[in-house]
């Protein structure tokens, strides 16, 4: 069972760039396809972008594309989202996900293992 854990939440102006990082620990991380939510205060949580397990196929919403980056390093058990362009829309806790498959799912029910959470908040 995978353990994640996120980092790099902060505040950051509008325009501003953020490199979010989630470490996974006590399984075997190449495994598991990846991804990242997000949910605005009193919003629901979305899909955010989405990797497989060995970052050669990855998923954007719309929202994010051309703005938001996903990728992985597995041999250092950690999975990246780079932000850059941030608007204040962008606010939110963002959250990295695994489930054991190859070919990342955009939805959020189909995520086994959830890390805690990173707070991004955008000024504008």
């Known amino acids: 069972q995978i353990q994640l854990a996120e980092s790099g939440g902060a505040l950051v102006q509008t325009g501003g760039s953020l490199r979010l990082s989630c470490k996974g620990s006590?399984?075997?991380?190449?495994?598991?396809?990846m991804g990242w939510f997000r949910q605005a205060p009193g919003k629901d949580r979305e899909f955010v972008a989405a990797?497989?397990?060995?970052?050669?196929?990855?998923g954007y919403a719309d929202s994010v594309k051309d703005r938001f980056t996903i990728a992985r390093d597995n041999a250092k058990n950690t999975l990246y989202l780079q932000m850059s362009s941030l608007k204040p829309e962008d606010t939110a806790v963002y959250y990295c996900?695994?489930?054991?498959?190859?070919?990342?799912?955009?939805?959020?029910?189909?995520?086994?293992?959830w890390g805690q959470g990173t707070q991004v908040t955008v000024s504008s």
């Open positions: 996900a695994a489930v054991r498959r190859k070919i990342p799912p955009m939805t959020q029910d189909e995520y086994d293992y």
């Open positions: 006590g399984g075997t991380f190449s495994s598991y396809a």
């Open positions: 990797i497989s397990f060995n970052g050669a196929s990855t």
